[in-house]
């Protein structure tokens, strides 16, 4: 079993910045890819972006493209989330997500979500 931990949420001015992290620990050889969805007031849980333990990235969502950036590293089994030009369309609990190959995210591991808030 793999446990995540976010961290790096809080509240910004629209057209700020915000870094999330995500560190993995526990089953870790389970884990190929580690991505980053979030979930809006009385929305679903949307998938964002993810990056596989080659370093690909696997981008879903056309909202946040050009604006976030995933990283990972695999030697401290981490993934992070830059996020820049916020928009108060961006407020949301942004969730870690970490799966093996071949899994859905449904099947995957998850973290307790960090929320993060744009407004002026």
């Known amino acids: 079993q793999v446990q995540l931990v976010e961290s790096g949420g809080g509240l910004v001015q629209p057209g700020g910045s915000l870094r999330l992290s995500c560190v993995a620990s526990g089953s870790i050889f389970e884990v190929y890819i580690m991505g980053w969805y979030r979930q809006a007031p009385g929305k679903q849980r949307r998938e964002l972006v993810a990056?596989?333990?080659?370093?690909?990235?696997?981008d879903y969502a056309a909202s946040v493209k050009g604006r976030f950036t995933i990283s990972r590293d695999n030697a401290l089994n981490t993934v992070t989330l830059q996020m820049n030009n916020l928009k108060p369309e961006d407020t949301a609990v942004y969730y870690c997500n970490a799966r093996d190959y071949g899994k859905t995210a449904a099947a995957g591991s998850w973290g307790r979500g960090t929320q993060v808030t744009v407004s002026s």
């Open positions: 990056a596989t333990t080659n370093g690909d990235r696997i």
